[in-house]
């Protein structure tokens, strides 16, 4: 008997057929699809590539072979300071391995008030603010400086980190066409005269490498009564006559409010922050979830990249090795006849385009295997029908080095049909 009194077999009807549970992984089906073809090829999964030892800021094992990185952002080549690295040790021996803790609880160690005290000498502003990831230190500011009511304009071709930090807020977004000062100029006229505006733009854009015309936007922006943020991340340690960065080198020091950045490339560890000369900046960190409600920098990163930084306010001789680096590799592919990002070496990012995304991984395989690493790069990525490899120089590469990687390309953009 059952607690009903009713004998199961007694039961004169079925129970209603369930509905098959929906599987929520399955819209990625075309995505599993699509990189299961291209293993099935032979070819080796561009997106899961691992660094079987790092000897250096430039050079790699991967798959058992020894290979030149041309793939990282290591701009600066400062993974392997020394100074740099005894900065992490003594503070792992200190502090111990983390800090259990976000910045607002118990996760704020000497090492973070040193880092952001760097930046602000670095930067010469009266604040800083270090978030734990570069792309954190744009949701944040992004979603905590614009709210209900008010408008964040960027670019088109903005970062995801940008375009989730707009997500995250409850802001009106307007895009305007990449680079168009005419058409930034444009959308701002529309928007309402008293209503809260941040123009959100980047020194060098990741994937082609080209500058944004910051003096000319920012005068557009603040004709407009908008706050200007300039995200650095690919100009910081190089860019401007300090190295900090596309509006520095455009003096507009004075025009930028907030200044994004992140420790992972030319700083050559992991982190981010926003530096900015506003009287209140101080009160993000009381208002900003992605500051608030994550954990802390281990102690020993945070002291890495405060030695990095105060080492990069004087890097000069780097500096200018990487600009002479970044116009070696431009020149070279330029002149075997590669459709590159950029007429000219405008960054420390070096972008091949082909023609699909076929000729575009035959190529990165052909590289790999003759020793060097790039990124191959896709929509949606990259700007809509655009197949690239991008090649990210360093300071540290050699001259030598860098003709060995020109041979591979002459070889590998041949074999593909990408140069005659």
Known sequence: MTETGLQPETLDF?????????D?????????????????????????????????????VIAGRDTILLGTYNYMGMTFDPDVIAAGH?????????????????????DHMEAEAALRDFYGTSGAIVFSTGYMANLGMISTLVGKGEYVILDADS????????KQGVAEIVRFRHNSVEDLDKRLGRLPKDAGKLVVLEGVYSMLGDIAPLKEMVA????HGAMVLSDEAHSMGFYGPNGRGVYEDQGLEGEVDFVVGTFSKSVGTVGGFCVSNHPKFEAIRIACRAYIFTASLPPSVVATAAASIRKLMTAHDKRAQLWANARQL???????????????????????????????????????????????AR???????????????????????????????????EAVGAIG
């Open 14 to 22: 079925d129970p209603a057929p369930v509905a098959p549970e929906r």
């Open 24 to 60: 929520l992984m399955s819209k990625f089906d075309g995505l599993i699809a699509e990189r299961q073809a291209l293993i099935d090829t032979g070819v080796t999964d561009p997106f899961a590539i691992v660094m079987d030892q790092v000897k250096s800021p430039t050079q790699a």
């Open 90 to 110: 003594a503070a792992l021996d200190r502090f111990g391995s983390g800090t259990n803790g976000s910045r607002m609880l118990n996760g704020t160690f000497r």
């Open 159 to 166: 970062h995801a980190s940008i375009y989730d930090g707009c």
């Open 220 to 223: 557009v922006a603040k004709k």
């Open 330 to 376: 431009h020149g070279g592919l330029k002149a075997m006849g590669f459709r590159l990002g950029t007429e000219a070496p405008d960054s420390a990012i070096v972008a091949v385009i082909l023609d699909d995304q076929e000729q575009a991984v035959a190529m990165w395989q052909g590289l790999l295997h003759a020793g060097v690493y790039v990124n191959m």
């Open 379 to 413: 929509p949606p990525a990259t700007p809509a029908g655009t197949f690239l490899l991008r090649c990210s120089l360093c300071a540290e590469h050699s001259e030598a080095q860098l003709d060995a990687v020109l041979a591979m390309f002459r070889a590998a953009g």
